[in-house]
């Protein structure tokens, strides 16, 4: 019972922080069987006990398929628990797969994940649900950092929470604060069943290869793990170039910087409240337009693959700048799609 114990306090630790549950709240549990859902499905069957909020679970699994696939032995533990699994048909995913793959050794996972996830979409829509919980814990968040630095060239991971408005579905993560290891002393503790995954990919992903790679790394740095962990929230220490960035209009004296710190909103905002241009569309790129040191306007860009301006507004005395601005914007539009402004 103690890792388990630990698992619950970490989940309502997670909870405060990322304000997860609400009153009322009708949770789908994606389920997989595998030992980091299965436990997910025990904390929280407890956890919705507790006396700080009351919420509805529903277990739901995916048949997406696979051969072998046998959801009786998970049924039978989640009765033990008095919830119902629901199994939704999704058989189909399979098949899309084998034709997607092609030549390669494996199935694509990124295909599949996003099938999963639309598959899971539909059922917390009919099943009357509005958020979905995962099992994915904080090594997990870990590894898809790595994975996004090594073949993405970029720092991200998946948040703890995350809000899709087409759906109106909220995804949270309530392990996300757990460490695998307590997850597989907890599922021993409490005789928590597992069952094998029926995915052909099993085993031999990029998440395997980084799993190995982050396990060399902690047997030769201890400390690595939990520093790893406190680096996913630490955003007062977090310092990257992009901190700096400000896309420069040659000979012009004229720069562009991307608001993404909190400083840069601040000005951003002074600005617009100053020239009448509060009303901003969600999905635009936002800018701060600078003569040399000082903010002279702001810019905004449609997220379209191709970029196009949404807003272009200059301090009075800088109008006679907007010619060279929109030229330079016109010759470069393409390189504000790229997370790397051309040397």
């Known amino acids: 019972m103690k890792s388990l114990r630990t698992i619950l306090g970490l989940i309502r630790k997670a909870d405060q922080r990322y304000d997860f549950f609400h009153e ?57 628990l008095g919830l119902d699994l629901k199994v939704i048909d999704s058989k189909e995913v399979y098949p899309i797969l084998k034709a997607q793959q092609k030549d390669a050794p494996h199935l694509p996972c990124s295909i599949c994940s996003r099938m999963k996830k639309a598959a899971i979409n539909k059922a917390a829509h009919d099943l009357g649900c509005n958020k979905v919980a995962f099992a994915h814990h904080g090594d997990d968040a870990i590894e898809t950092l790595y994975m996004n630095m090594i073949f993405g060239g970029r720092v991200a991971s998946f948040q703890p929470k995350m809000h899709l408005d087409r759906a109106d579905i909220e995804f949270i993560r309530p392990l996300i604060l757990c460490h695998e290891d307590t997850i597989i002393k907890a599922q021993k503790e409490e005789n928590i069943p597992s069952f094998p995954s029926h995915c052909p990919n099993d085993g031999n992903t990029m998440r395997a290869e980084m799993k190995s790679l982050l396990k060399d790394i902690y047997k030769k740095y201890p400390s690595a793990k939990d520093n790893f962990f406190s680096m996913m929230d630490n955003y007062e220490k977090e310092i990257l170039f992009y901190n700096d960035i400000f896309y420069k ?54 997220k379209d693959k191709i970029p196009s301006i949404h807003d272009l507004s200059l301090k009075s005395k800088y109008k006679k700048s907007e010619k060279d601005i929109r030229e330079f914007i016109e010759n470069n539009l393409k390189y504000f799609s790229s997370p790397f402004y051309p040397m």
């Open 249 to 302: 209009v040659e000979r012009k004296d004229i720069s562009f910087k991307p608001v993404i710190l909190a400083s840069d909103a601040r000005v951003e905002f002074k600005l617009r409240e100053e020239l009448k241009c509060l009303n901003l569309n969600e999905d635009v790129s936002r800018y701060v337009v600078y003569k040399l040191s000082t903010p002279i306007g702001v810019i905004s860009f449609t």
């Open 24 to 80: 009322n709240d009708k949770v789908l549990i994606g389920v997989s069987g595998g030992k980091d859902s299965m436990v997910l499905l025990k904390a929280l069957s407890q956890y919705q006990h507790f006396d700080c909020v009351n919420f509805e679970i529903v277990p739901v699994i995916l048949d997406l398929g696979f051969d072998g696939f046998d959801p009786k032995p998970i049924k039978k533990y989640v009765k033990s």
